[in-house]
């Protein structure tokens, strides 16, 4: 019944997964655990991150002892991240108890410690995630999550007011993943490092590709202004006018 169940979900017959694996959640075994595993992930895997959540909340605790136990704690923790109802914080519960657990052979372990630096970013608990951040570079400094990971390195140096440390994580994030989606945010945070720390030329020589590329979004609101700011603190007039008037 349970690999019938998962064949099912593999097929995507999502509902006829779940009658497979009716009998088999009271179990308090191995099955058991996967049964409630898989029944929750017919949930997840449409999108229905609410109802996962609240599946494995009656659940996750029962099975401490299971082999299944980080993939029950794993699931539960996304499901609360994916929701509706986000629940960072709760997340990070789960998160942690996988780390404490040191199944370091658990598959997913580098996604377990990206993700609880996201939740604690979130919670605006940035020295935590900062934390996390570190202990997921010590270890998986190769994997592909890497650059999510410098970059919010980065970002919560920059949160925690230490400018000169933030300056340099982005250049190691821009060093090693020069395609990634937030290389242009990247860049802008370097520029307005250097513009809070009076170093005009600085910023100007590092926000010269942002002002090619025309970057648009809530974080570049302040691109033209910091450019033409630092034009004028250099008493150039004529390349000040446009960046502010715009």
């Given at each position: 019944r349970l690999y019938a169940g998962r064949c099912l979900i593999e097929t995507e017959q999502f509902d006829k997964a779940r009658h497979h694996f009716r009998n088999l959640l009271a179990?308090?075994?191995?099955?058991?655990?996967?049964?409630?595993?898989?029944?929750?992930?017919?949930?997840?895997?449409?999108?229905r991150y609410d109802e996962a959540a609240a599946?494995?909340?009656k659940v996750v605790d029962q099975y401490q002892r299971s082999a299944h136990a980080s993939d029950l704690d794993f699931?539960?923790?996304?499901a609360l991240m994916s929701g509706k109802r986000t629940d960072w914080k709760q997340a990070t519960k789960y998160f942690d108890r996988i780390e404490r657990r040191g199944h370091d052979k658990f598959a997913q372990m580098p996604s377990v410690l990206s993700q609880a630096a996201v939740c604690y970013h979130q919670e605006q608990d940035y020295r935590r995630s900062l934390d996390a951040n570190r202990r997921f570079l010590s270890r998986f400094a190769d994997d592909a999550l890497a650059g999510d990971?410098?970059?919010?390195?980065?970002?919560?140096?920059?949160?925690?007011?230490?400018?000169?440390?933030?300056?340099?994580?982005?250049?190691?994030?821009?060093?090693h993943h020069e395609d990634h989606r937030n290389t242009s945010a990247g860049v802008f945070r370097r520029a307005q490092i250097l513009h809070d720390q009076g170093r005009w030329q600085a910023s100007l020589d590092a926000a010269g590709p942002l002002?090619?590329?025309?970057?648009?979004?809530?974080?570049?609101?302040?691109?033209a202004?910091?450019?033409?700011?630092?034009?004028?603190?250099?008493d150039q007039w004529r390349e000040s006018i446009e960046p502010l008037e715009n």
């Amino acid at each position: 019944r349970l690999y019938a169940g998962r064949c099912l979900i593999e097929t995507e017959q999502f509902d006829k997964a779940r009658h497979h694996f009716r009998n088999l959640l009271a179990d308090k075994g191995d099955i058991g655990a996967q049964a409630n595993l898989w029944h929750a992930r017919s949930d997840s895997r449409r999108g229905r991150y609410d109802e996962a959540a609240a599946h494995l909340a009656k659940v996750v605790d029962q099975y401490q002892r299971s082999a299944h136990a980080s993939d029950l704690d794993f699931d539960f923790a996304n499901a609360l991240m994916s929701g509706k109802r986000t629940d960072w914080k709760q997340a990070t519960k789960y998160f942690d108890r996988i780390e404490r657990r040191g199944h370091d052979k658990f598959a997913q372990m580098p996604s377990v410690l990206s993700q609880a630096a996201v939740c604690y970013h979130q919670e605006q608990d940035y020295r935590r995630s900062l934390d996390a951040n570190r202990r997921f570079l010590s270890r998986f400094a190769d994997d592909a999550l890497a650059g999510d990971v410098r970059f919010m390195q980065a970002e919560n140096l920059f949160m925690l007011g230490k400018p000169d440390e933030a300056n340099i994580a982005y250049g190691e994030f821009l060093a090693h993943h020069e395609d990634h989606r937030n290389t242009s945010a990247g860049v802008f945070r370097r520029a307005q490092i250097l513009h809070d720390q009076g170093r005009w030329q600085a910023s100007l020589d590092a926000a010269g590709p942002l002002v090619e590329q025309k970057p648009t979004g809530l974080l570049y609101e302040q691109l033209a202004f910091m450019v033409g700011d630092s034009h004028f603190r250099l008493d150039q007039w004529r390349e000040s006018i446009e960046p502010l008037e715009n």
